[in-house]
């Protein structure tokens, strides 16, 4: 089949589900016409507001995505959802999306749901998920959502890629939030305590709020206060006043520079892992023959791997 | 203070744990002398057997360690254990080490143990961890075990690290195993079932047993067959029986040339990961105005991020 590019990126523009979902896939498989496609989306990229949404496994993910799809659909706004897995071979692979794709949304033609499985892909999200990013953005989708379980290096990739980052938690999990310290308090923009009909939400918010107090004084200005929002996304409760935090975000970064910085910061990072893997390509398709030949030094000690990979990389300078 | 490497390294080949923690670090923190750190290991490499354990959260890996120490130390071997820990802001970090850190072995001077954090490493273990195992190989210990839950992408990084890989289950994950599927068998080359005396264990055990003979015809020759051990680690029952299959498959390895694929296979991607930190730092470091010119121009839309990478790549090669 011929691959017409300029129609199939007007098809998405045009909301068709189908032409999305090959686009993103040509995306993820690397198809040698990439650059191509990258050029005809960029004049349209560049006008949705992108979230992140992480948090530790069990406290809602899925559930609260689709009651957040739900709410901002009410607003007439089209949503585009990354479902991202940093897939196990313990967990299987690709469970957020498939349980999301099965809900009242899978009819709605002003939603757009994908998953993505990171394993395998060269510093995982890093170099697919900004491109699939790119074509939601491109298709015209006011928001992209991009979800992913708050396990190893992902949940800190999704803030690279996201305007907004919001950080689901939800009561019972004292310690873990304790454990958690610093390192959520960077990563959120805002943050949810979902199932806050359960006991020990009150504790959970109490002591977000502690946290956050504390590290205002340290690590942030005070001028944008991190909100703590209670919802209980199963009924929909509260999902209403994430939305209006999102808006209330969105309009901070963007009154404060902050929006150009964050979009700066990511192009960067995303011409970087771009850059990294056209390298990595020449240095294990074009220099595979050498590479293996130092290999075999390294193996038999008569070379150290940083004097083969300082050998590699001249080689590759030429 | 001066470094003195070839000092270094023959303290650390006298076993001064001070000396290999203070290795450890120059290779983790990428010191300046790194290069001829690398060197002066490399006489002393090759000897150890590098075994990798990894399963879900909540099997007992520490507590399997702790006592595949005490096992492997009743014969006199010296153990260097490398705690991974794929860190999360959710889950704090270096948990598994610490843990471990505290038990009987702290003061076994056969016995090194040392987390390592993954966070904000370039591909996670892909670099920084080959080059503490390079380490603890040269200083002389018999068995390196590296530690890592199975989360995201490091229990896979482990693998390729690893002589031999431990996957270790517990019962009542009857659901975590049929997901886990074909993922768990590819990456086995033997499978502990800790916690055996609690209920559950036989079906965990029958479970895994159907899945082996399954995929033995698919995906394995007949030469090596996964063996599946049963422990309760707390007790340190069936430990032994975990040792001695690590020797029968090392054995297994050797006479089947099956070692020699492994290390050249590890050094191709630990020179590869060197070489990509190499050209990373060139992009970053050496051409970071070009990047950030690039990525400037790919958020005004002049430039779609593809055409950008390509630019810097061609400057790089230039």
Same mark, same amino acid.
């Given at each position: 089949?011929?691959?017409?590019?300029?129609?199939?990126?007007?098809?998405?523009?045009?909301?068709?589900?189908?032409? +999305?979902?090959?686009?993103?896939?040509?995306?993820?498989?690397?198809?040698?016409?990439?650059?191509?496609?990258?050029?005809?989306?960029?004049?349209?990229?560049?006008?949705?507001?992108?979230? %992140?949404?992480?948090?530790?496994?069990?406290?809602?993910?899925?559930?609260?995505?689709?009651?957040?799809?739900?709410?901002?659909?009410?607003?007439?706004?089209? #949503?585009?959802?990354?479902?991202?897995?940093?897939?196990?071979?313990?967990?299987?692979?690709?469970?957020?999306?498939?349980? +999301?794709?099965?809900?009242?949304?899978?009819?709605?033609?002003?939603?757009?749901?994908?998953?993505?499985?990171?394993? %395998?892909?060269?510093?995982?999200?890093?170099?697919?998920?900004?491109?699939? #990013?790119?074509?939601?953005?491109?298709? $015209?989708?006011?928001?992209?959502?991009?979800?992913?379980? $708050?396990? %190893?290096?992902?949940? #800190?990739?999704?803030?690279?890629?996201?305007?907004?980052?919001?950080?689901?938690?939800?009561?019972?999990?004292?310690?873990?939030?304790?454990?958690?310290?610093?390192?959520?308090?960077? +990563?959120?923009?805002?943050?949810?305590?979902?199932?806050?009909?359960?006991?020990?939400?009150?504790?959970?918010?109490?002591?977000?709020?502690?946290?956050?107090?504390?590290?205002?004084?340290? +690590?942030? $200005?005070?001028?944008?206060?991190?909100?703590?929002?209670?919802?209980?996304?199963?009924?929909?409760?509260?999902?209403?006043?994430?939305?209006?935090?999102?808006?209330?975000?969105?309009?901070?970064?963007?009154?404060?520079?902050?929006?150009?910085?964050?979009?700066?910061?990511?192009?960067?990072?995303?011409?970087?892992?771009?850059?990294?893997?056209?390298?990595?390509?020449?240095?294990?398709?074009?220099?595979?023959?050498?590479?293996?030949?130092?290999?075999?030094?390294?193996?038999?000690?008569?070379?150290?791997?940083?004097?083969?990979?300082?050998?590699?990389?001249?080689?590759?300078?030429?």
């Amino acid at each position: 089949m011929t691959l017409d590019v300029a129609d199939l990126v007007a098809r998405a523009r045009d909301g068709q589900a189908r032409a +999305i979902a090959r686009l993103i896939s040509l995306v993820e498989d690397a198809h040698p016409r990439l650059r191509e496609v990258a050029a005809a989306l960029t004049p349209f990229t560049g006008r949705a507001q992108i979230v %992140g949404l992480t948090g530790p496994p069990g406290v809602g993910k899925s559930t609260s995505t689709s009651a957040l799809l739900t709410a901002l659909r009410k607003q007439g706004k089209r #949503v585009g959802v990354l479902a991202i897995d940093p897939s196990s071979p313990f967990s299987g692979g690709a469970l957020l999306g498939d349980r +999301i794709r099965m809900t009242e949304h899978a009819v709605d033609p002003g939603v757009f749901i994908r998953s993505m499985a990171t394993r %395998g892909h060269l510093g995982g999200l890093a170099w697919a998920t900004p491109q699939a #990013v790119r074509v939601l953005d491109a298709a $015209g989708f006011d928001v992209v959502l991009i979800e992913t379980v $708050g396990v %190893g290096q992902s949940e #800190v990739d999704v803030v690279k890629l996201a305007d907004t980052t919001v950080v689901l938690l939800a009561p019972g999990m004292g310690d873990g939030i304790q454990a958690a310290k610093a390192g959520v308090l960077e +990563i959120a923009d805002l943050f949810v305590v979902n199932k806050a009909d359960r006991e020990g939400a009150d504790a959970t918010i109490h002591d977000l709020k502690q946290m956050i107090s504390l590290s205002r004084r340290e +690590i942030r $200005g005070p001028s944008w206060r991190q909100p703590i929002l209670p919802t209980v996304a199963s009924r929909g409760e509260g999902v209403d006043d994430v939305v209006k935090a999102l808006e209330e975000h969105h309009a901070w970064l963007s009154s404060h520079g902050e929006l150009a910085q964050r979009r700066a910061a990511r192009a960067r990072s995303e011409v970087e892992a771009i850059a990294l893997r056209i390298l990595r390509a020449e240095l294990v398709d074009v220099r595979g023959d050498r590479l293996a030949e130092l290999a075999s030094a390294v193996v038999e000690r008569t070379l150290d791997p940083y004097a083969a990979a300082d050998r590699l990389v001249a080689d590759l300078h030429g």
